[in-house]
């Protein structure tokens, strides 16, 4: 991938998101611009510090003549006007315009600002530039107004899925610029605000620096200059370790290289650090708009073959955290390592050992966790209660948290990852010189004939689910493609001729429930109910297709998502599929957009890294003869480069050639 900040730029005129969803973030802090205008921010999220409607506007004071920054969509004097900006994963550039006949005369001002979250404190700096563009001097000061709001100091054990909400005002204390309540201290600090001549053609710069601190506690003295650099510093390094530990993709298909890209700077705005934290970085599932600041396992799965190769021996941090934490009793893990929720959440234990393969896979480590994943998932098996060899996962709260009765208790999925869960554990047994691989992968055979036998309805070509008491009901829910392992070529077909515009296909995406389905399918909810559908879905099926070698399917699915990669600055939660958007209510940015790259590089390059330290590529073609790279893939100490044009294919390892010829497995490299 490109490590320069600005290869990763998104011009906020094309932006297709809702305008709350446009956040930056250090890994430290997180901030918003304010929508409409060119120089105001606000929501700084740094935890366990939450400002979540805290102001700062900017108003600049040419020869007398104040100039507000407000968005004001009015005629005449309305004051400075939005004219565009730039997101960048460390900051959001903005340009704003004044060019009006005042009392004073023609005043004619450019203004830029970079809004930069800090890594140096718990906070954010605002850089302004003024332009003198009239023919006279003028006298110029900028103006800072702080609207402090109502901070509040959360515990690291109480950040969830949702924002934290706001506490008591914070007024103003002693000194200028300070502002506190009983928890929390605001502290404002200006840097060349004051009066200035500015001759025509002259800029001045200025620098508004906003910082969170617990009652009492001075802010730190930071050198602004230097605070802006260590920012920019900070993400340019977490660029340059990702360009060093993962591959780079690109491809002459249009749109395909810049979704890669924003699939995977989606991953690394989750990634946060602070030093209480359990683990560092903190695989969030989101965080830039103060929600998902917790690490949820089946969010997590979404990315998870990134995550260990990008993160190897933190990865293995991070798992071992999630262990602790009784992630068998809780949805997710807080910053502090405990668990959080009152359930245990369905695709959890299949999520926490897709993770741990992943990680085994690409670090050869991991062997000692082994028992301990293994106990854990058997202690799921004995407690969930039984039906015809298959599980009861419970209701709405367990499952697809769907708005209408539906997928729920006896379900084709996850009782197919059950199955996968015991394959995978079998073969890890097997890696590691463990007992029990046989009667697992029998197990995992039960379970899918059992899918078949109980829950194929081969009228409707779809799966049963099964509710107790009540009479079986059919869901055309986008989780029944999960259960493709268990189905026989005939039931594939069914499922698969599905996938079709009109019903699982929209033109920006796929709908987690069919829009045929009139019982469940509503537009309330995209994530999980119709309309859309949470955004690590498409992308996920994508891969099982081109796995499977439905080819022309998966581009069909995975196309419909490319628009992300134009129109966003990362992957939100869960987006719409009949328009480019995304519903405004829900999370900002999501890791589970790693889903998108995964696609790429496992599905359609065919990626396998083995568990006896092989990596083979399966490469499968793109339509009209269009080509992918993947180059630079780390292996064991060697580096892979692919190179696929229509139906032809290149394999080099450390630069030599492995092979060259038809599409084909190849192994490029063993440890």
């Known amino acids: 991938m490109a490590f320069q900040l600005e290869d990763h730029a998104l011009d906020l005129r094309g932006c297709l998101l809702p305008a709350r969803y446009l956040r930056v973030g250090s890994g430290r802090a997180a901030c918003a611009p304010t929508a409409g205008t060119a120089l105001g921010a606000e929501a700084l999220y740094s935890p366990p510090f939450a400002a979540p409607d805290l102001r700062l506007h900017i108003a600049l004071l040419a020869d007398g003549h104040r100039i507000a920054d407000t968005g004001n969509l009015g005629k005449g004097d309305c004051g400075l006007l939005y004219a565009g900006g730039t997101w960048y994963p460390d900051r959001v550039e903005r340009r704003g315009t004044y060019h009006f006949e005042t009392e004073k005369g023609l005043l004619s001002l450019g203004a830029q600002s970079c809004l930069r979250p800090l890594v140096d404190g718990s906070g954010f700096l605002l850089t302004l530039r003024v332009h003198n563009r009239g023919a006279r001097p003028l006298s110029l000061s900028v103006q800072p107004e702080l609207e402090p709001g109502h901070p509040v100091l959360r515990p690291l054990m109480a950040w969830d899925f949702t924002p934290p909400a706001p506490g008591t005002e914070a007024a103003a204390s002693k000194g200028a610029g300070v502002y506190e309540t009983s928890a929390v201290r605001v502290t404002v600090r200006c840097e060349n605000c004051g009066a200035q001549t500015l001759f025509p053609g002259q800029s001045a710069e200025a620098r508004v620096c906003v910082l969170l601190t617990r009652a009492g506690q001075s802010a730190p003295a930071l050198d602004l200059r230097s605070a802006e650099e260590n920012a920019r510093a900070a993400w340019q390094n977490r660029l340059r370790r990702a360009a060093a530990a993962l591959p780079a993709f690109s491809s002459d298909a249009p749109g395909l290289t810049a979704y890669a890209d924003r699939c995977l700077i989606s991953v690394l705005t989750c990634l946060w650090e602070g030093e209480d934290f359990i683990c560092r970085p903190f695989p969030a599932t989101g965080g830039l708009d103060g929600g998902s600041l917790c690490c949820y396992p089946w969010d997590t799965s979404y990315a998870a073959r990134l995550l260990a190769l990008l993160l190897r021996q933190d990865a293995l941090f991070a798992l071992r955290a999630l262990l602790r934490s009784g992630i068998d009793a809780h949805i997710c893990m807080s910053m502090d390592g405990r668990g959080q929720g009152d359930c245990g959440y369905a695709y959890s234990l ?172 509503e537009l309330n909810d995209p994530d999980w109910s119709g309309g859309g559908a949470y955004s690590g879905e498409g992308p996920q099926l994508a891969e099982a297709l081109w796995r499977r070698g439905e080819d022309a399917l998966a581009w069909e699915v995975l196309r419909r998502h490319l628009w992300l990669g134009r129109g966003a600055a990362y992957v939100p939660q869960e987006h719409f599929c009949d328009r480019p958007g995304a519903p405004a209510h829900k999370r900002a940015n999501c890791i589970a957009g790693g889903a998108g790259w995964e696609a790429l590089l496992f599905g359609l390059a065919g990626a396998r890294p083995g568990l006896d330290g092989s990596l083979v590529f399966c490469p499968r073609a793109l339509p009209g003869g269009a080509g992918y790279e993947v180059r630079g893939f780390p292996w064991r100490g060697a580096r892979c480069d692919l190179y696929v044009r229509g139906e032809k294919m290149a394999l080099l390892r450390d630069g030599a050639e492995v092979y060259a010829g038809p599409l084909r497995a190849v192994e490029a490299a063993r440890g």
């Not at 869960?421 to 009667?439: K, Y």
């Not at 029998?442 to 099964?466: K, M, N, P, S, Y």
């Open 350 to 521: 299949w999520s926490l050992v897709r993770f741990y393969d992943a990680i085994v896979r690409a670090t050869g480590q991991g062997a000692a966790l082994y028992d301990e994943v293994r106990a854990l998932c058997e202690a799921e098996e004995a407690r969930l209660p039984d039906w015809r060899g298959l599980k009861d996962y419970g209701g709405q709260r367990n499952l697809l948290e769907m708005r209408a009765r539906g997928w729920e208790h006896v379900t084709a999925s996850p009782n197919a990852e059950r199955a996968e869960v015991l394959e995978r554990l079998a073969a890890l047994a097997e890696r590691f010189g463990r007992p029990g691989a046989a009667e697992m992968r029998a197990r995992a055979a039960r379970i899918r004939r059992a899918i078949r036998e109980e829950l194929w309805d081969a009228q409707a070509g779809w799966f049963r689910c099964v509710h107790p008491g009540a009479a079986p009901e059919i869901v055309y829910s986008i989780q029944a493609f999960d259960a493709l392992s268990a189905c026989d070529e005939s039931m594939a077909a069914a499922l698969l001729s599905h996938l079709r515009p009109g019903c699982f296909l929209g033109d920006f995406g796929i709908s987690s429930v069919s829009a045929e389905d009139e019982r469940h399918y």
